[in-house]
């Protein structure tokens, strides 16, 4: 069956520490999305994809980076530099331009410690 | 103003109950609109799409007002699997401002 995955499920990070959170995805979608979700807030975007080799800012960029060298795949690297890293991370999917919505990954829950 | 705003709640409605939630956008040129489900502490899942005309699927009804960018989401016999939260979504606009702008969601409890 087709789908996005996201690993691992849930992640510890130490003070100063870069980590990297995977999305794999076999829906043939090109464009790809992280978002955060922290509690009483809406989902925040970190960083899209439309395509292979190309990403773009969202609202929330600074101390996050990403890379698209594949289709199937977008890994986001929360960097020592984001202050607030503790969150609910969505990586999520869609056909770029076919308004249908996305498809999510079932999160990766980030603590800090 | 908010770009998308909904009723945060919590509604809390009996088994069987018929309950509404709203949502604005600010946005004028937003085209596509949706309700999406999120259970705690999973991620979002598709409910259905919004059309103009007004659309339905079994127990929900989803009904579009551009005129006065309003939407809503009519839920009819509530059952207790009904429980969740319900998040209003909008598109930016045409062309590549798609992103999608997420209210911040409508909680619902269903109680026996």
């Known amino acids: 069956d087709g789908g996005i995955t996201q690993s691992p499920k849930y992640l510890f990070r130490k003070e100063g520490q870069n980590v990297t959170l995977s999305c794999e995805q076999n829906?043939?979608?090109?464009?790809m999305y992280w978002y955060r979700q922290d509690p009483g807030q809406g989902l925040r975007l970190i960083y899209y994809?439309?395509?292979?080799?190309?990403?773009q800012k969202g609202d929330i960029a600074e101390g996050y980076s990403v890379s698209r060298e594949k289709k199937e795949s977008f890994p986001l690297t929360v960097t020592s530099a984001q202050k607030n890293p503790t969150a609910f991370y969505l990586c999520?999917?869609?056909?770029?331009?076919?308004?249908?919505?996305?498809?999510f990954g079932s999160g990766t829950r980030l603590t800090v410690v | 103003r908010k770009e998308v705003e909904q009723d945060p709640g919590p509604f809390n409605v009996p088994e069987g109950a018929t309950v509404a939630f709203n949502c604005t956008y600010s946005?004028?040129?937003?085209?596509?609109f949706f309700w999406y489900r999120q259970d705690c502490r999973k991620e979002p899942k598709l409910l259905m799409s919004?059309?103009?005309?007004?659309n339905e699927d079994g127990r929900f009804t989803a009904q579009l007002n551009r005129a006065s960018q309003y939407i809503s989401l009519l839920i009819r016999d509530s059952k207790l699997s009904d429980s969740a939260t319900y998040l209003c979504?909008?598109?930016?606009?045409?062309?590549?401002?798609?992103?999608?702008?997420w209210g911040l969601g409508t909680s619902l409890a269903v109680n026996p």
């Open positions: 979504v909008v598109n930016g606009g045409a062309g590549n401002n798609r992103k999608l702008i």
């Open positions: 829906l043939n979608h090109d464009a």
């Open positions: 999520a999917s869609s056909i770029w331009g076919k308004e249908e919505g996305y498809t």
């Open positions: 946005n004028s040129a937003s085209q596509s």
């Open positions: 994809s439309q395509i292979v080799n190309d990403f």
């Open positions: 919004v059309y103009s005309s007004g």
